[in-house]
């Protein structure tokens, strides 16, 4: 199943309850959950990611739903799980997670072409990552020097990175409107956290 994107924006809610509808992946249970992470506040733009994950020898399913609403980012997860102790019937689990805008340090978009010397062409793939301080990362490897025989310890160097959130879409999986519809939500949060005041 393709993903859907953007839409017009003045039919923004209905338009975001028909892409998660076209996913045929328990739309009620998923639109609720969205819809409660909303809490009444209007759709700027969104993204509806479906994507099947492989586990043994079963295929779940997953779904990622991205909101962009005048105040927040609205990140929503619903993934399906087989029967355990707890409840041993399948069930769905949901996940939201709301960021003030003003807290959102970066997004950073990777656009893949292929064929760059052919001229202008579509992304083959994009990736969109989202940081806002709430899970950090440290790469560390051992420091050195520019003298090959040098053999003082120079300590660790690193790297600290914020990557809260990161969605990767393909156009041979996922059709090139997927991309370009997510490059379209990557540019509609970049340009809605431009300019706001640093937590």
């Given at each position: 199943?393709?993903?859907?994107?953007?839409?017009?924006?003045?039919?923004?809610?209905?338009?975001?309850?028909?892409?998660?509808?076209?996913?045929?992946?328990?739309?009620?249970?998923?639109?609720?959950?969205?819809?409660?992470?909303?809490?009444?506040?209007?759709?700027?733009?969104?993204?509806?990611?479906?994507?099947?994950?492989?586990?043994?020898?079963?295929?779940?399913?997953?779904?990622?739903?991205?909101?962009?609403?005048?105040?927040?980012?609205?990140?929503?997860?619903?993934?399906?799980?087989?029967?355990?102790?707890?409840?041993?019937?399948?069930?769905?689990?949901?996940?939201?997670?709301?960021?003030?805008?003003?807290?959102?340090?970066?997004?950073?978009?990777?656009?893949?072409?292929?064929?760059?010397?052919?001229?202008?062409?579509?992304?083959?793939?994009?990736?969109?990552?989202?940081?806002?301080?709430?899970?950090?990362?440290?790469?560390?490897?051992?420091?050195?020097?520019?003298?090959?025989?040098?053999?003082?310890?120079?300590?660790?160097?690193?790297?600290?990175?914020?990557?809260?959130?990161?969605?990767?879409?393909?156009?041979?999986?996922?059709?090139?409107?997927a991309v370009t519809s997510l490059l379209a939500?990557?540019?509609?949060?970049?340009?809605?956290?431009?300019?706001?005041?640093?937590?």
């Open positions: 199943m393709r993903n859907r994107g953007l839409t017009d924006p003045s039919d923004t809610p209905a338009a975001l309850r028909a892409a998660i509808d076209r996913t045929g992946y328990y739309p009620e249970v998923v639109a609720d959950g969205v819809d409660a992470a909303v809490a009444g506040e209007s759709v700027v733009s969104f993204y509806v990611h479906h994507e099947p994950t492989i586990e043994r020898d079963e295929v779940r399913r997953h779904i990622t739903v991205v909101v962009l609403t005048p105040t927040r980012l609205i990140l929503a997860h619903t993934d399906e799980h087989a029967g355990d102790d707890l409840l041993p019937q399948p069930y769905t689990s949901t996940s939201t997670e709301a960021i003030a805008l003003s807290a959102v340090r970066s997004v950073v978009v990777t656009r893949m072409v292929a064929n760059p010397t052919s001229g202008p062409q579509p992304a083959a793939e994009a990736v969109v990552t989202v940081g806002w301080g709430g899970v950090g990362r440290i790469d560390l490897e051992p420091a050195g020097c520019a003298d090959p025989d040098c053999e003082a310890d120079h300590g660790y160097t690193g790297l600290l990175a914020s990557d809260d959130f990161s969605l990767r879409v393909s156009a041979a999986a996922e059709g090139h409107d939500f990557a540019a509609s949060l970049s340009a809605a956290t431009h300019g706001t005041p640093a937590p």
